[in-house]
């Protein structure tokens, strides 16, 4: 696998792209965190817009700061992917870094969808695995520019509930008008996964059945599953409404950061029932987007993911003549079907991670000056 001619791509295109925008467009991307946002083995997260007018209950993006109100990203496409080229964590090309729309605000609200989509087509162009999270519902003009922009793109819808939604998620779109969406988006010939993320105790598990069989009514045969994570604003929250947490508390005292609550069971009880269905499933967003890619990963614990047969060949001088190009001192210490380990005696470990993670889809071990580094491989799994 030649992995050098990523880089060399990246930067031909960072040189057009110069070429084309103006100082001040530049001057906005260089200053944008996109630039220097390092990517959870999961994918990066791509902005589409601040702020959600949605207010559901569980949601942690107003604890971050975020408000009730939406507007799109101030960045344009181009100027978003030039970032992209600034990112020294970020491979870019088919197969390269994945990315994940949705994960702070709902990216097709009435003030993001058209930035949302011109995101896509920018990045549908570049061959990247392409993932999109949504509560919205779209018209077919909307689905059709969708699928000739990025016709691999992995499109997760959630519903959650059915009974109780409008005390949930009050101002989101009614999850039968959802579910509906989710058939014409089949038929359109887009890769739809039921994101059925968070289980909420009491609401999801109760639901889930009546939930999968709609989805599979609709041609629907991937899903998502993810913990619901709180904060004490969430917690207060949801009890306003009735759903008491406290037999599912994670040890300490909850305040703004994110934590999972205690909710194993009911994440392994509906997996069964939708294996039993003939539903793929998945821990984590990300092994929909390996499979709508048509890529196998086997880079964290929830791997395998997708098609195995699809593991990028490694190549142990390939690697090291990598190395050598980014101006790095190393070489490949163990390679494995899915691991590698890489001595570094110079050069920034967490970027090799990050670069090797993504190019060959296994986990990567640095040793050496910069091992401290190598902690992300493990965060992967439950995350969006």
Not at 51 to 64: A, H, K, L, N, P
Request: glycine share 8%; with cysteine.
């Amino acid at each position: 696998m030649d992995l050098i001619r990523y880089l060399e791509f990246k930067e031909k295109l960072r040189n057009k792209l110069e070429n084309e925008l103006s100082p001040e467009s530049i001057e906005r991307a260089r200053k944008d965190p996109h630039a220097r946002r390092y990517p959870r083995p999961c994918g990066m997260t791509i902005h589409t817009g601040i702020g959600c007018t949605y207010s559901c209950t569980y949601c942690y993006i107003y604890d971050m700061g975020f408000p009730h109100k939406a507007q799109p990203y101030p960045l344009s496409g181009k100027e978003l992917l030039y970032v992209l080229t600034l990112n020294p964590y970020v491979v870019l090309g088919p197969g390269g870094t994945m990315f994940a729309m949705g994960s702070v605000t709902e990216p097709f609200l009435p003030e993001t969808r058209d930035r949302a989509l011109e995101y896509i087509e920018v990045l549908g162009s570049l061959g990247n695995p392409l993932q999109v999270s949504s509560k919205s519902v779209l018209n077919d003009e909307y689905i059709i520019k969708i699928k000739g922009y990025a016709p691999h793109i992995s499109f997760l819808e959630t519903v959650v509930c059915i009974r109780d939604c409008r005390k949930i998620e009050p101002l989101a779109p009614d999850p039968m008008d959802r579910l509906e969406f989710m058939g014409r988006l089949v038929k359109a010939g887009i890769n739809v996964g039921l994101f059925m993320r968070p289980i909420i105790p009491g609401i999801t598990d109760r639901d889930a059945k009546e939930i999968l069989e709609l989805a599979r009514e609709v041609g629907v045969k991937t899903v998502v599953l993810g913990t619901l994570r709180i904060t004490k604003n969430i917690y207060t929250r949801l009890r306003s409404i009735d759903i008491n947490l406290d037999d599912r508390l994670p040890t300490g005292r909850l305040g703004r950061e994110q934590v999972p609550i205690r909710a194993r069971d009911l994440k392994d009880r509906i997996a069964g029932k939708a294996r039993e269905m003939g539903f793929r499933v998945y821990e984590a967003a990300c092994g929909a987007n390996i499979e709508a890619a048509g890529l196998g990963c086997w880079a964290c614990r929830w791997g395998p993911c997708g098609d195995l047969s699809k593991l990028p060949n490694v190549d142990a001088r390939d690697v090291n003549e990598f190395l050598k190009y980014l101006g790095y001192s190393g070489s490949i210490e163990q390679l494995g079907d899915r691991r590698i380990v890489v001595r570094l005696d110079s050069g920034d470990g967490r970027r090799v991670e990050a670069l090797l993670r993504e190019l060959l889809r296994r986990e990567v071990i640095i040793k050496g000056r910069s091992r401290s580094h190598c902690a992300a491989t493990s965060a992967c799994g439950d995350y969006d």
